[in-house]
């Protein structure tokens, strides 16, 4: 049988594709890593086909590493015995648990079928948000900033993990960008917020992310 990683969209249960739909209500069992991918996928599951997987918010290796083969051990029986999915939000290929769920699987459980249900990503979220058209020959990277971290270089940059708001914009304003924050955008139950002002995100927030465009790009003073 198959387990699906299935990306349940940015959080608004109405931006998850048909696709997704139509996998998380075939299914036996959905496994969810947390509590904002369960909200989203009970909307088409009943709470009796939903199960949690515990993943911790650490850096350490052993501890992560440790954590997935915890969560692929429960999963394989299941998946090896019927059609199983794990939801995440957004896409289940960008900054995502379920790429090491299912490099462990692949590991430790060769024998699972496992296939990806794409979702639309926070970044196409936020783009359409702010208004930013990415035309053809744009040059666009995407980064990770945690702890005020300010990655440099390309005109362009989507940032996500943003978790020292202040530090980061301090940083990239010094290096010539300008900086949009946005925060939790299209959570349904969550209060979303776009902003240019760093005092707005202080507390640290793994949902947040910023678009950063060089002055010179903007045609900015």
């Known amino acids: 049988m198959t387990l699906y990683g299935i990306g349940l969209g940015p959080g608004s249960a109405d931006l998850l594709t048909v696709r997704g739909k139509r996998r998380l209500e075939s299914v036996d069992v959905v496994y969810s890593p947390g509590?904002?991918?369960r909200r989203v996928a009970a909307e088409y599951v009943s709470e009796s086909n939903l199960s949690d997987l515990e993943f911790p918010m650490t850096t350490d290796p052993e501890e992560l590493q440790a954590a997935w083969e915890t969560a692929a051990a429960e999963v394989a029986p299941n998946a090896r015995e019927a059609d199983a999915?794990?939801?995440t939000l957004g896409d289940p290929c960008i900054y995502s648990t379920f790429?090491?769920?299912r490099r462990t699987l692949r590991e430790q459980h060769p024998s699972i079928d496992i296939e990806?249900?794409?979702?639309?990503?926070?970044v196409t979220a936020f783009a359409s948000v702010l208004g930013v058209d990415i035309d053809a020959g744009a040059e666009l990277t995407l980064r990770e900033?945690?702890?005020g971290a300010a990655p440099i270089g390309p005109n362009r940059l989507i940032l996500f993990k943003v978790t020292d708001a202040p530090t980061t914009y301090e940083?990239?304003?010094?290096a010539g960008y300008e900086v949009t924050f946005g925060r939790r955008l299209f959570m349904d139950t969550e209060e979303a917020l776009v902003t240019n002002d760093p005092g707005?995100?202080?507390d640290r927030d793994y949902y947040t992310l910023a678009?950063?465009?060089k002055r010179e790009a903007t045609g900015s003073a």
């Open 35 to 37: 509590r904002l991918s």
């Open 85 to 87: 999915a794990f939801v």
């Open 99 to 101: 790429g090491h769920l």
């Open 116 to 122: 990806v249900v794409p979702g639309v990503s926070s």
């Open 145 to 147: 900033a945690t702890d």
């Open 171 to 174: 940083k990239m304003t010094e």
């Open 200 to 202: 707005e995100v202080t």
């Open 211 to 213: 678009y950063a465009e």
